[in-house]
């Protein structure tokens, strides 16, 4: 079943919290959302499951007053609410938040300017791991932020089997951090770079990106998630330190840019 792949930074920034906003404020967005990010599936569309994944998105916001809500949390609480109680789901949903586990928190925080952060470093990593594909996107104008931005906000649910997603929140949860997700982009690039490079424009390679997503095997996924888990980020002990000096300190994100 096709799900709703439009998930740009606006969206998101018009969804995500604030210190002065409370969980109800965010009912209205969670239900809107809730309808349309699994269309037609037969569990996840149903009242029963929709009721569950609200209440898990609704506690974690009354957790989390600072974040509360943003837009690409709901497929987070769905993926939980496949497998487990209302309770448990919503202490996961805190285990892959929370700055004491893997601090994904950190890219829906408002703002996103931390998301901008992690955008960067896969740019960066593309320039020295697929440097064919990075200048060719370069040529082309297709930012990471076109394509990636639904990936990681998603945990790549909105795009790929929920059986990859899933994988990618046991490896989170065995590194403590979040850096598996530009790893993942990293090795569905190096995977694909072929075909991307016979993309002549922007419109190709984001067409190609949304159409290849649904047609890779298990085995494939198998073999891009392992070379993912091994694959070394340049720049990745630095940039948590300057993410983890960011959150603790509150340095302007200014900086950053």
Not at 149 to 162: D, E, H, K, Q, R
Request: with cysteine; charged share 20%; hydrophobic share 45%.
């Amino acid at each position: 079943h096709e799900r709703d792949p439009e998930l740009n930074t606006r969206d998101v920034a018009s969804s995500s919290g604030g210190d002065s906003h409370h969980a109800d404020d965010f009912e209205a967005v969670i239900s809107n959302d809730l309808d349309r990010i699994f269309p037609g599936h037969d569990y996840l569309d149903s009242r029963a499951m929709k009721d569950k994944i609200f209440a898990i998105l609704k506690a974690y916001a009354l957790h989390d007053s600072e974040v509360g809500y943003c837009q690409g949390m709901a497929y987070m609480a769905a993926l939980s609410a496949l497998y487990l109680t209302e309770e448990e789901a919503v202490g996961l949903l805190v285990e892959l938040m929370d700055r004491r586990g893997c601090n994904l928190r950190a890219i829906y925080q408002p703002g996103l300017g931390i998301l901008q952060e992690t955008l960067r470093q896969l740019e960066d990593n593309m320039a020295l791991i697929v440097p064919r594909v990075y200048h060719h996107f370069q040529d082309c104008g297709v930012p990471a932020v076109l394509f990636a931005t639904s990936w990681f906000l998603t945990l790549y649910a909105a795009s790929f089997p929920l059986v990859m997603s899933c994988r990618i929140i046991d490896m989170m949860l065995g590194e403590g951090n979040y850096t598996i997700l530009v790893k993942v982009a990293l090795s569905l690039l190096h995977a694909c770079e072929n075909d991307l490079m016979q993309c002549s424009d922007a419109e190709q390679i984001i067409s190609y990106l949304k159409t290849k997503s649904f047609a890779w095997t298990s085995d494939q996924l198998r073999s891009i998630l392992s070379s993912a888990q091994l694959m070394h980020l340049e720049g990745e002990t630095l940039c948590r330190v300057r993410l983890t000096l960011l959150e603790d300190d509150g340095i302007a994100l200014s900086i950053l840019v």
